[in-house]
């Protein structure tokens, strides 16, 4: 199914407590989708385990379809000047339709709410080209919170003023093609 068809919607909304244990699995399904084995998998679980008080109001968005199935979420965590970006998965089916550019959007507008000035992306070596694309840039190496001796790219984005123009947004209700 492809989700850039002319009739799909993509929704944005608060994510919820209650969906802390289904999108830890979409993150780990997200993570999964880049060929990690299963061993790599376990030992990032705990790390990609979202507890209900992780999904306070206001830091996390979820994106879903017309029908309600959630394709991913974003979390934003931190206080100003600089926050982090905590998480931003996509379910694999949903990879490299617009569902992400729209999160990374979403993200960086609940920043900009917050009062950040910069967002911190522990990157996976994975996402990093997609960070890029969004205008993030690496700005060192962090280790890895869940493989020792493993180490990702540290990125930064800064989070555009209210008057600035968003490359990365995508209009509300749509999908990109």
Do not use: Q
Not at 56 to 67: C, F, K, L, Q
Not at 153 to 164: I, K, Q, S, T
């Amino acid at each position: 199914m492809s989700l850039t068809s002319s009739g799909d919607r993509l929704r944005v909304r608060p994510a919820r407590a209650d969906e802390a244990p289904a999108l830890s699995e979409l993150a780990l399904r997200s993570k999964g989708h880049w060929g990690y084995d299963a061993a790599f998998l376990t030992a990032c679980r705990d790390e990609l385990t979202l507890k209900p008080e992780d999904l306070t109001p206001g830091n996390a968005t979820v994106a879903e379809d017309g029908t309600g199935r959630v394709l991913g979420f974003v979390l934003i965590d931190g206080a100003p000047p600089r926050g982090r970006l905590d998480m931003l998965f996509v379910d694999p089916s949903a990879i490299g339709s617009g569902v992400g550019r729209r999160l990374y959007a979403e993200g960086l507008a609940t920043a900009r709410r917050l009062g950040m000035r910069s967002l911190a992306i522990d990157a996976d070596p994975n996402a990093e080209p997609f960070y890029r694309a969004m205008g993030a840039r690496v700005v060192g190496t962090v280790p890895s919170g869940s493989v020792a001796g493993r180490v990702l790219p540290l990125m930064e984005a800064d989070v555009p003023r209210d008057d600035a123009p968003h490359a990365s947004a995508v209009p509300a209700g749509s999908l990109p093609r």
